[in-house]
């Protein structure tokens, strides 16, 4: 856990962090570190994840681009089975 005396902290207590969770992982969203205390100890942190680097516009280009490299190759399935007897046979 983070250092107790950080001035760029947020402590709060678990009754606190219970009633305001909400405003708490917003806060852990814009880059804030919240602490969560029992009894005066801190017991828990809260904070929020990196961001994956693809997201929205980027992650419907990178999809459309690997859509672009699948053949299609449109197969009658009779002619399919056939084929697959023929071979067997």
Not at 25 to 49: F, S
Request: proline residues 6%; without cysteine; hydrophobic residues 35%.
């Amino acid at each position: 856990m983070t250092e107790p005396g950080d001035p760029d902290l947020r402590s709060v207590s678990v009754a606190e962090a219970r009633a305001r969770f909400s405003e708490l992982l917003d806060a852990a969203e814009a880059g804030e570190t919240v602490v969560i205390t029992r009894r005066g100890e801190p017991v828990a942190e809260l904070r929020g994840r990196a961001r994956s680097p693809r997201t929205g516009a980027r992650d419907l280009s990178w999809l459309a681009e690997e859509a672009a490299k699948i053949s299609y190759n449109p197969v009658d399935s009779g002619e399919l089975v056939r084929g697959m007897r023929d071979e067997r046979y």
